[in-house]
C-alpha cells in the first residue's frame, strides 16, 4: 500500500465522525479555520439595512435558525419567517417565538402562509422562492432582496465526489431569473453574479459540508466515496487546499403593481 493509500486509511475514522456530526440552524463553525471563501462583491446585509425600516413588515423566508435575521434588530412584532425543515422550526420555536417573532413552516414555494400584500420587503438567502406568490404577498413597491446559490455551485466537488452528477438546477442563474422578475412587473435594482473560489483545509471539512449539501453530493458516503476522497486527500497534500468554486447572484427587484 502507497504512503498516500495508507493516510488516508489512518483518517478515515476522522472522515466518519465528520459524517455523523450533527447539524443544527445554519451554523458552519465546526469548519471555522477549516475553508476559506472568497469574499463576494456585494454585501446582502448591506442591502437590507439600507432599505429596511422599523415599522416595515419583514419576511424572511428560509431563515434556518434565525441567525442571520436576528443580526438586523428589526423590531420582533414586525418580523416573520418561514421555514421548512422540521429541526430548524423546532428550533425556531424555541428561540424567535418566544421574542415576538411570527413562525411559519412553509413547504411549497408557490403557497405561502400569508395574506395578499402583507410585507414591505422580503429577504431572501439561498432559499428557493416562486416569483408570482412573491409579488401576491409583497405590498405595491415592495422589496424583494435575493441572494442565491446558482446551479453551478461548486460542480468541481460534486463530480469529483458523485458518479454521472447532474446539477439539480442547472438553469438557475442571474440572466434567466431576472428576466422571469420583469416579465412578472417587477423592477429590477440591483443584480450581480460571481463565482467565489472555496478552499478546504482537510478533507474531513469536506465529508462535513457534503453531508449538510445533499442535494449537491446526493448520496455520499465516505464509504461509498471512499477512494474519491483519498483523490482529494492527494490534491491536498500537494498544494495545501482543495479548491472549488461557488455561485452566487444577487437580485433587489421591487414590485410595481
Not at 414591505?120 to 435575493?146: A, C, V, W
Not at 474531513?204 to 453531508?211: E, L, Q, R, S
Not at 465516505?222 to 461557488?246: A, K, N, P
Request: glycine residues 6%; aromatic residues 14%; negative net charge.
Amino acid at each position: 500500500m502507497d504512503t498516500e493509500k495508507l493516510l488516508c486509511w489512518e483518517l478515515k475514522n476522522n472522515w466518519l465522525l465528520e459524517e455523523k456530526e450533527g447539524f443544527k440552524g445554519w451554523d458552519f463553525t465546526r469548519l471555522d479555520g477549516r475553508w476559506e471563501d472568497e469574499k463576494i462583491p456585494w454585501d446582502y446585509k448591506e442591502w437590507v439595512m439600507k432599505h429596511l425600516k422599523p415599522d416595515h413588515k419583514l419576511l424572511d423566508m428560509g431563515t434556518g435558525g434565525g441567525e442571520f435575521l436576528l443580526t438586523l434588530g428589526h423590531p420582533y412584532e414586525n418580523t416573520f419567517v418561514t421555514e421548512a425543515w422540521e429541526p430548524n422550526v423546532k428550533l425556531c420555536k424555541e428561540t424567535l417565538e418566544p421574542l415576538g417573532i411570527c413562525v411559519k413552516q412553509a413547504f411549497e414555494d408557490e403557497k405561502l402562509p400569508f395574506e395578499d400584500s402583507s410585507f414591505d420587503i422580503i429577504i431572501n438567502r439561498h432559499e428557493s422562492y416562486h416569483i408570482s406568490e412573491i409579488k401576491r404577498i409583497l405590498k405595491q413597491n415592495g422589496l424583494f432582496i435575493t441572494q442565491q446559490v446558482g446551479g453551478k455551485n461548486n460542480e468541481f466537488l460534486s463530480k469529483t465526489l458523485i458518479p454521472n452528477f447532474r446539477s439539480l438546477y442547472p438553469d438557475l442563474s442571474l440572466d434567466i431569473e431576472a428576466k422571469k422578475f420583469s416579465s412578472e412587473g417587477f423592477d429590477i435594482l440591483f443584480e450581480n453574479e460571481y463565482f467565489p473560489f472555496q478552499r478546504f483545509f482537510d478533507v474531513g471539512a469536506i465529508v462535513f459540508y457534503a453531508k449538510i449539501m445533499e442535494w449537491e453530493f446526493p448520496g455520499f458516503t465516505v464509504d461509498s466515496c471512499f477512494d474519491r476522497l483519498c483523490s482529494l486527500q492527494g490534491i491536498l497534500s500537494e498544494q495545501g487546499y482543495i479548491e472549488s468554486f461557488e455561485h452566487r447572484f444577487m437580485i433587489v427587484a421591487q414590485n410595481n403593481k
